[in-house]
């Protein structure tokens, strides 16, 4: 299987023919190999249309959800962004394309390091994968310009309206575990101006203690 090619009808047929028009996402998405965020039992459906399971009951979300998420955040390049919920690492991996800087929280160690060890193979030195409580997001980097988390919470964790600069966005799903709406806000005047993207189905995210 030609995996590269593989990567090339995932943008055309998944992305772009769904309506993901920002060029820097869809050559992001077309630059980073999937199958080095994936485990090997399951590298040969790298390119499918859907999640594929992580250990820890955790998952890598379906490449049609990644770029809808970054596609929503318009970064331009100079941005610093955090991520809640890095998992495997690969939308940190797409964000690296697109931002200047990235921090990307994972609670599970062991997603931490697998993350760390894909993103180094890579040669990806612009993201910081940091092993913590996403609902507290990362005071020592903020103010961000922008926020993605890639787990479903029932509301939006405060600290994150917090740590977002004024003008910035943040896109969550929020809602049960069943089903969620991936939302899109953005800070103006300290309060959240908030848009539906689409329903949606992300593991819940997890707490610490």
């Not at 495997?88 to 609670?107: F, H, M, P, R, T």
């Amino acid at each position: 299987m030609d995996l590269g090619k593989e990567r090339a009808k995932m943008v055309e047929h998944q992305l772009r023919r769904r309506g993901i028009a920002d060029t820097r996402v869809l050559a992001a998405m077309g630059e980073v190999p999937r199958e080095a965020f994936v485990p090997k039992a399951h590298q040969r459906d790298a390119y499918a249309d859907g999640a594929l399971p992580l250990s820890h009951g955790q998952t890598i979300s379906q490449p049609l959800m990644v770029a809808m998420s970054v596609e929503a955040l318009r970064l331009e390049g100079d941005e610093t962004v955090l991520e809640i919920g890095a998992g495997s690492g690969y939308q940190a991996a797409i964000l690296s394309k697109l931002a200047k800087k990235v921090y990307a929280i994972e609670i599970i160690p062991e997603l931490v390091e697998n993350a760390r060890r894909a993103l180094d193979s890579l040669q990806i030195d612009n993201v910081e994968i940091l092993c913590a409580d996403g609902r507290k997001g990362w005071p020592d980097g903020a103010p961000y310009d922008g926020i993605v988390v890639a787990a479903a919470a029932e509301e939006i964790p405060p600290a994150l309206i917090e740590q977002l600069k004024e003008g910035g966005r943040l896109i969550i799903p929020v809602g049960g575990k069943w089903g969620q709406s991936l939302q899109t806000s953005r800070k103006r005047s300290g309060k959240l101006e908030t848009e539906e993207l689409c329903r949606c189905v992300f593991v819940p995210l997890v707490y610490g203690s």
